[in-house]
C-alpha cells in the first residue's frame, strides 16, 4: 500500500491556525475511514477527527468547533484544518487509514493493519 505521507505542521502562536495534509489517493473512500491522531511525548494517542464514507465526521470533543477534516482535490487530500490553536494542541499528529468498518478512533488504534503517516509536529505557544 502506498505510504501515508502527512505534513504542514509548525510552530504557531495560541489563536493562530495551521492546516495539516495527507495524501488519500490510494485509500478511496468508500473503503477506507481516515482519521487525524495526537500524540504528546509520555503520553497515548488521542483520536482528534475522523471521516468515513458520505463524509460522515466525527470529532474528539477538545476539537469540535475549530479542527474540521475533509476530504479534498476530488477527494484525494485528508485535510485537517486547525483553528484558535490553544497550547494543550500540541503534539505530533498523524494521519491514518483503515478499512471502512472501522468506524472509531478505538477501533482504528488497535486494528493491526491500519496505515499510520510518520507525522507531524504541531507546536502551540502561549
Known amino acids: 500500500q502506498v505510504p501515508l505521507v502527512d505534513s504542514g505542521g509548525g510552530s504557531v502562536p495560541a489563536g493562530g491556525s495551521l492546516r495539516l495534509s495527507c495524501g488519500a489517493a490510494?485509500?478511496?473512500?468508500?473503503?477506507?475511514?481516515m482519521a487525524w491522531f495526537r500524540q504528546v511525548p509520555g503520553k497515548g494517542r488521542e483520536g482528534v477527527a475522523l471521516i468515513g464514507s458520505v463524509g460522515r465526521t466525527n470529532y474528539a470533543d477538545s476539537v469540535k468547533g475549530r479542527f474540521p477534516i475533509s476530504r479534498e482535490n476530488f477527494k484525494e487530500t485528508l485535510v485537517l484544518q486547525m483553528n484558535s490553536l490553544k497550547p494543550e494542541d500540541t503534539a505530533m499528529y498523524c494521519c491514518t487509514a483503515g478499512p471502512s468498518r472501522l468506524t472509531t478512533f478505538q477501533a482504528l488504534e488497535e486494528y493491526e493493519s491500519t496505515y499510520w503517516g510518520q507525522g507531524t509536529q504541531v507546536t502551540v505557544s502561549s
Open positions: 490510494a485509500y478511496p473512500s468508500r473503503v477506507y475511514f
